[in-house]
């Protein structure tokens, strides 16, 4: 596209989120603080992984860019327009084909292989936040390693409903140091983080903070011995493929109260039905 | 006319530089290309990836580790150069390519570049703060050799058995055997005791390159424990 460089962003701010990405991938889970720009869409619609992914992103690799698993809603279908614009690079919606993964709150049900990379938009990197405002203090608590208080905030799900109600965004420890926000991923996919043989990068735009897990790392679900972490399970199977074991979107058909349950995971719930055809 | 002479000369200077220290013939796609393998170096420690680009005049950094200065040093960071590596040339090239700023103190510097002969330990170098880890210095070393395969069939027992992040299992890593190489590894080893806090390193030879993070256990490959 003329006027702009290769992937949007200038060779100055790609060398500094370089910089930074590599620090975070030594420091697995530490938030580093980067100089996010202002892209060319709102805070919340994915900046922070826009901006990871423009600078990693070469001519030969092909991107593909999901929104809650789907590759045809507005925000998956916007970003993949704008790379194809900014970087004229190949896209696919096949997780297979791709090298590059630019997701908004799922990792996809397709086991990814070494050498992707996958991409998470972040809105609150700090998973500390909405138990303690002040980002001095959480800065501190992690560096002390002080995470009780997340613990106790899993406790009083339990002690007012029975079971720990967290059901996205579900804190993690990587590599038994740092708490980390996963993003808002349902906590169905929290065991893909543990050992993916795919690097993870997360980048939240407005935060101006992003962070990584390296492959084959160490990640658990934080719980208690006697309330074990468990991912949400369903009576139903896709409606669309038969999948009995992906994460399902419950979708309302009509004002009859006529529902169907269906993979979140569209690329995932297709060549299933190629398979099947 | 004193002006015209002057801008003429240093003309001359920076094109004598570019032709002796080559820079990234397509920069924003060969820094792109060069950053991606050192990313993969980063994230699975220990693997070796091999940089292709015009080497430099100088054997002793190696074509490698000036990829990584042309690929991430930029007039935002601070660069230190130990004695061994250091010369008018080097300094004007980094100068002419990247515009970074050299500094004469270690702890204040982004990266720098060593031998492994010339590292020493008590160096201090910045390891960033418990609250702000990110803010250390990443050594960028030139070593003897870089080799993955066990050094038991050679009949040695130089290597380094690296885990953690990023190492499904186990991976041998042999920077060479010199003092300074030892030191190195060593060095690695103790930043388990400072983590978050650490040093991390990206090595050179030649065209090829490894990189092991802080976060990186580092044992000896003879040792019978790996924790």
New interface residues.
Partial sequence: MNGYNFAYLDEQTKRMIRRALLKAVAIPGYQVPFGGREMPMPYGWGTGGVQLTASILGADDILKVIDQGADDTTNAVSIRHFFQRVAGVETTTATTAADVIQTRHRIPETPLRAGQILVFQVPIPEPLRFIEPSEQETRLMHALEEYGVMHVKLYEDIARYGHIATTYAYPVKVDGRYVMDPSPIPKFDNPKLDGNPALMLFGAGREKRLYAIPPYTRVESLDFEDHPFEVQRWEHACALCGSDHSYLDEVITDDQGGRMFVCSDTDYCQSRRGEVA | MAQRERENRERVERETVSAAWPGLAD???D???L??Q???A???PGTLETLVLPAPPSDALGAALWGVVL????L??RVWIAADLDSPALRQALAFHTGARITDDPASA?FALLTHDAFDPEMPFALG??????R?T?LLVAVERLENDSNEARGDTNGWRLS?????DSRLLDIGDSPGCRRLMSRLGANRTS??QGL?MIFGCGARLAAV???TRVTRADAKEVN
Avoid at chain 2, 71 to 74: A, G, H, S, V, W
Avoid at chain 2, 129 to 134: A, M, Q, W
Avoid at chain 2, 164 to 168: E, N, T, V
């Fill in positions: 920069p924003a796609h820094s792109q290309r950053f991606r050192i990313l993969g980063m994230s699975e690929t991430l040093c930029d935002e960071t982004d703060s418990d609250t702000y880890p990110d250390g990443t953690g992040p990023g190492i499904a983590f978050p991390d993070p802080r976060s």
